[in-house]
């Protein structure tokens, strides 16, 4: 059972940055994602990475603010988030094992972080 650890989530001002490390109990063959979820809303994909070619996928909403890296040797993937906007405000959930921003591809979750943006 693969095991996800997520860490960096917090509050910030509009406009502010933060980054959030996820880490895997063992290397991920597929691809790694991020996702959020708001109160009241649908939890949605962020961003995506696979494993091997490091291609990734974005949100509509999150591109050009935000980047999803990873580094294999620690089996960690990132999401660097910059000009953070209130609506942005949710807890964000690691996943592994899919790739995409459908959150049915992923078997794996991690249990979140609380990301608030202030106005």
């Known amino acids: 059972q693969v095991q996800l650890v997520e860490s960096g989530g917090g509050s910030v001002q509009a406009g502010g940055s933060l980054t959030l490390s996820c880490t895997a109990s063992?290397?991920?063959?597929?691809?790694m994602g991020w996702f959020r979820q708001a109160p009241g809303k649908e939890r949605e994909g962020v961003a995506a990475?696979?494993?091997?070619?490091?291609?990734?996928s974005y949100a509509d909403s999150v591109k050009g603010r935000f980047t999803i890296s990873q580094d294999n040797a620690k089996n960690t993937v990132y999401l660097q988030m910059n000009s953070l906007k209130p609506e942005d405000t949710a807890m964000y959930y690691c996943?592994?094992?899919?790739?995409?921003?459908?959150?049915?591809?992923?078997?794996?979750w991690g249990q979140g972080t609380q990301v608030t943006v202030s106005s």
């Open positions: 996943a592994a094992g899919g790739y995409g921003l459908g959150h049915w591809g992923f078997p794996y």
């Open positions: 063992e290397y991920i063959q597929s691809g």
């Open positions: 990475i696979l494993s091997i070619s490091g291609r990734t």
